[in-house]
Protein backbone atom coordinates (compact mmCIF):
# COMPACT_ATOMS: atom_id res chain seq x y z
CA UNK A 1 0.00 0.00 0.00
CA UNK A 2 2.02 3.32 -1.28
CA UNK A 3 1.57 5.28 1.99
CA UNK A 4 2.90 8.37 0.25
CA UNK A 5 1.46 9.47 -2.88
CA UNK A 6 3.38 12.02 -5.15
CA UNK A 7 2.11 14.20 -8.38
CA UNK A 8 3.04 15.03 -10.70
CA UNK A 9 4.99 12.81 -12.10
CA UNK A 10 6.73 14.77 -14.68
CA UNK A 11 6.84 18.76 -14.96
CA UNK A 12 7.81 21.53 -17.53
CA UNK A 13 8.47 24.86 -16.28
CA UNK A 14 9.57 27.76 -17.78
CA UNK A 15 12.52 29.65 -16.66
CA UNK A 16 11.97 31.86 -14.20
CA UNK A 17 8.64 30.44 -12.94
CA UNK A 18 6.90 28.48 -10.46
CA UNK A 19 7.53 24.73 -10.02
CA UNK A 20 4.64 23.11 -7.40
CA UNK A 21 4.96 19.18 -6.40
CA UNK A 22 2.50 18.09 -4.21
CA UNK A 23 2.37 15.01 -1.96
CA UNK A 24 -0.04 13.62 -0.02
CA UNK A 25 -0.08 10.78 3.19
CA UNK A 26 -2.38 8.48 4.87
CA UNK A 27 -0.79 7.29 8.30
CA UNK A 28 -1.47 10.05 10.98
CA UNK A 29 1.66 8.80 12.69
CA UNK A 30 3.86 10.69 10.50
CA UNK A 31 5.77 14.14 12.19
CA UNK A 32 8.57 14.99 9.48
CA UNK A 33 8.44 15.37 5.96
CA UNK A 34 11.56 16.00 3.73
CA UNK A 35 12.15 16.56 0.52
CA UNK A 36 15.09 15.48 -1.46
CA UNK A 37 16.70 16.20 -5.04
CA UNK A 38 18.17 13.85 -7.00
CA UNK A 39 20.17 14.65 -9.85
CA UNK A 40 21.07 11.56 -12.54
CA UNK A 41 24.05 9.23 -11.53
CA UNK A 42 23.88 10.57 -7.86
CA UNK A 43 22.09 9.76 -4.70
CA UNK A 44 18.85 12.21 -3.18
CA UNK A 45 19.96 14.73 -1.12
CA UNK A 46 18.40 16.51 1.66
CA UNK A 47 16.53 19.80 0.23
CA UNK A 48 14.32 21.01 2.72
CA UNK A 49 11.84 19.32 5.38
CA UNK A 50 9.11 20.03 7.49
CA UNK A 51 7.57 18.73 10.69
CA UNK A 52 4.14 19.37 11.34
CA UNK A 53 3.68 21.94 13.98
CA UNK A 54 4.08 24.32 11.32
CA UNK A 55 1.94 25.28 8.41
CA UNK A 56 5.22 27.10 6.16
CA UNK A 57 8.92 26.36 5.62
CA UNK A 58 11.10 28.00 3.38
CA UNK A 59 14.90 28.26 2.72
CA UNK A 60 15.69 29.92 -0.07
CA UNK A 61 13.59 29.57 -3.27
CA UNK A 62 12.69 26.18 -1.83
CA UNK A 63 9.33 26.53 0.41
CA UNK A 64 6.67 23.51 1.89
CA UNK A 65 3.35 23.95 2.88
CA UNK A 66 2.03 21.72 5.12
CA UNK A 67 -1.99 20.92 5.54
CA UNK A 68 -2.04 18.90 8.15
CA UNK A 69 -6.03 18.38 8.40
CA UNK A 70 -5.67 17.68 4.86
CA UNK A 71 -2.97 15.39 5.05
CA UNK A 72 -1.09 17.21 2.41
CA UNK A 73 1.75 18.79 1.65
CA UNK A 74 3.93 20.66 -1.35
CA UNK A 75 7.40 21.96 -2.38
CA UNK A 76 7.39 25.36 -4.38
CA UNK A 77 10.40 26.06 -6.20
CA UNK A 78 10.27 29.83 -7.04
CA UNK A 79 12.15 31.50 -9.73
CA UNK A 80 12.70 27.80 -11.51
CA UNK A 81 16.63 27.71 -13.02
CA UNK A 82 17.58 25.29 -15.09
CA UNK A 83 19.87 23.96 -12.79
CA UNK A 84 16.98 22.97 -10.74
CA UNK A 85 16.19 20.31 -13.26
CA UNK A 86 16.21 17.13 -11.15
CA UNK A 87 13.56 14.23 -9.81
CA UNK A 88 12.35 15.18 -6.55
CA UNK A 89 10.78 12.91 -3.73
CA UNK A 90 8.56 13.75 -0.64
CA UNK A 91 8.92 11.59 2.10
CA UNK A 92 7.90 11.04 5.36
CA UNK A 93 8.67 9.51 8.62
CA UNK A 94 7.08 8.64 12.02
CA UNK A 95 9.67 8.84 15.43
CA UNK A 96 8.40 5.13 16.04
CA UNK A 97 10.32 3.94 12.79
CA UNK A 98 12.29 6.38 11.47
CA UNK A 99 12.01 4.60 8.04
CA UNK A 100 11.41 6.86 5.39
CA UNK A 101 8.55 5.84 3.02
CA UNK A 102 9.26 7.98 -0.32
CA UNK A 103 6.63 9.45 -2.70
CA UNK A 104 7.22 8.24 -6.26
CA UNK A 105 9.39 11.25 -7.39
CA UNK A 106 8.38 14.11 -9.86
CA UNK A 107 11.04 14.54 -13.10
CA UNK A 108 11.52 18.48 -13.21
CA UNK A 109 12.84 20.49 -16.14
CA UNK A 110 13.38 23.66 -16.87
CA UNK A 111 13.47 25.27 -20.18
CA UNK A 112 15.79 28.24 -20.47
CA UNK B 1 34.45 16.21 1.72
CA UNK B 2 32.35 13.11 1.14
CA UNK B 3 30.52 11.54 3.71
CA UNK B 4 28.85 8.26 2.49
CA UNK B 5 31.10 6.67 -0.04
CA UNK B 6 29.94 3.72 -2.18
CA UNK B 7 32.32 1.42 -3.89
CA UNK B 8 32.30 0.90 -6.43
CA UNK B 9 30.27 3.33 -8.14
CA UNK B 10 29.57 0.65 -11.30
CA UNK B 11 29.22 -2.90 -10.97
CA UNK B 12 28.82 -5.34 -13.53
CA UNK B 13 28.33 -8.85 -12.04
CA UNK B 14 27.48 -12.33 -13.77
CA UNK B 15 23.66 -13.87 -13.24
CA UNK B 16 24.05 -16.03 -10.50
CA UNK B 17 27.05 -14.87 -9.76
CA UNK B 18 27.86 -13.47 -5.93
CA UNK B 19 28.35 -9.90 -5.50
CA UNK B 20 29.44 -7.64 -2.46
CA UNK B 21 28.75 -3.66 -2.87
CA UNK B 22 30.14 -1.60 -0.06
CA UNK B 23 29.33 1.76 2.03
CA UNK B 24 31.95 3.83 4.45
CA UNK B 25 30.58 6.60 6.15
CA UNK B 26 32.75 9.16 8.33
CA UNK B 27 29.61 11.03 10.10
CA UNK B 28 29.67 8.53 12.99
CA UNK B 29 26.41 7.86 12.98
CA UNK B 30 24.65 5.32 14.58
CA UNK B 31 21.91 4.00 11.38
CA UNK B 32 22.82 3.02 8.02
CA UNK B 33 20.66 1.85 5.55
CA UNK B 34 20.20 0.02 2.12
CA UNK B 35 18.04 1.12 -0.74
CA UNK B 36 17.26 -0.85 -3.94
CA UNK B 37 15.94 2.05 -6.33
CA UNK B 38 15.31 0.65 -9.79
CA UNK B 39 14.54 3.38 -12.78
CA UNK B 40 12.47 6.02 -12.65
CA UNK B 41 11.16 4.64 -8.92
CA UNK B 42 11.75 5.55 -5.62
CA UNK B 43 14.13 4.42 -3.77
CA UNK B 44 12.82 1.15 -1.45
CA UNK B 45 14.24 0.40 2.06
CA UNK B 46 16.03 -3.05 1.90
CA UNK B 47 17.19 -3.01 5.67
CA UNK B 48 18.74 -0.96 8.23
CA UNK B 49 21.09 -1.32 10.93
CA UNK B 50 21.10 0.54 14.26
CA UNK B 51 24.07 0.29 15.51
CA UNK B 52 24.96 -3.74 15.40
CA UNK B 53 20.93 -4.27 15.27
CA UNK B 54 19.94 -5.79 11.62
CA UNK B 55 15.90 -4.89 10.64
CA UNK B 56 15.08 -6.63 7.57
CA UNK B 57 12.24 -5.26 5.88
CA UNK B 58 9.86 -7.80 6.00
CA UNK B 59 9.28 -7.86 1.67
CA UNK B 60 13.28 -7.77 1.00
CA UNK B 61 14.21 -11.30 -0.55
CA UNK B 62 16.80 -13.69 1.01
CA UNK B 63 18.96 -13.16 -1.97
CA UNK B 64 19.57 -10.14 -0.44
CA UNK B 65 21.96 -10.08 3.24
CA UNK B 66 24.16 -7.43 4.57
CA UNK B 67 27.21 -6.79 7.25
CA UNK B 68 27.95 -4.17 9.38
CA UNK B 69 31.21 -5.33 10.90
CA UNK B 70 32.18 -1.25 12.65
CA UNK B 71 30.48 1.89 12.84
CA UNK B 72 31.92 3.29 9.57
CA UNK B 73 31.39 0.48 7.16
CA UNK B 74 28.79 -1.98 5.79
CA UNK B 75 28.09 -4.37 2.95
CA UNK B 76 25.30 -5.45 0.69
CA UNK B 77 26.22 -9.02 -0.06
CA UNK B 78 23.43 -10.32 -3.04
CA UNK B 79 23.66 -13.81 -2.59
CA UNK B 80 22.74 -14.98 -6.56
CA UNK B 81 22.13 -11.97 -8.58
CA UNK B 82 19.10 -12.06 -11.16
CA UNK B 83 18.48 -9.72 -14.25
CA UNK B 84 15.66 -7.94 -11.80
CA UNK B 85 18.40 -7.37 -9.16
CA UNK B 86 19.91 -4.79 -11.76
CA UNK B 87 19.34 -1.19 -9.83
CA UNK B 88 20.96 1.71 -8.19
CA UNK B 89 21.99 0.28 -4.49
CA UNK B 90 22.14 3.23 -2.09
CA UNK B 91 23.65 3.71 1.03
CA UNK B 92 22.21 6.08 3.71
CA UNK B 93 22.77 7.36 7.11
CA UNK B 94 21.37 8.83 9.95
CA UNK B 95 22.21 10.04 13.32
CA UNK B 96 19.55 8.30 15.15
CA UNK B 97 16.08 6.18 13.56
CA UNK B 98 13.84 9.00 14.39
CA UNK B 99 12.53 11.72 11.86
CA UNK B 100 16.18 13.30 11.03
CA UNK B 101 18.11 13.59 8.21
CA UNK B 102 19.30 10.96 6.37
CA UNK B 103 22.86 11.40 4.04
CA UNK B 104 22.81 9.47 1.08
CA UNK B 105 26.04 7.98 -0.84
CA UNK B 106 26.09 8.18 -4.53
CA UNK B 107 25.05 4.69 -5.52
CA UNK B 108 26.44 1.90 -6.73
CA UNK B 109 25.06 1.45 -10.37
CA UNK B 110 24.82 -2.81 -10.70
CA UNK B 111 24.20 -4.31 -13.67
CA UNK B 112 23.72 -8.38 -14.25
CA UNK B 113 24.38 -9.95 -17.42
Known amino acids: QQQVKQSPQSLIVQKGGISIINCAYE??????FPWYQQFPGKGPALLIAIRPDVSEKKEGRFTISFNKSAKQFSLHIMDSQPGDSATYFCAASSDNTGKLIFGQGTTLQVKP | DAMVIQNPRYQVTQFGKPVTLSCSQT?????MYWYQQKSSQAPKLLFHYYDKDFNNEADTPDNFQSRRPNTSFCFLDIRSPGLGDAAMYLC????????????FGQGTRLTVV
Open chain 2, 92 to 103: ATSRDLWAVEAF
Open chain 1, 27 to 32: NTAFDY
Open chain 2, 27 to 31: LNHNV
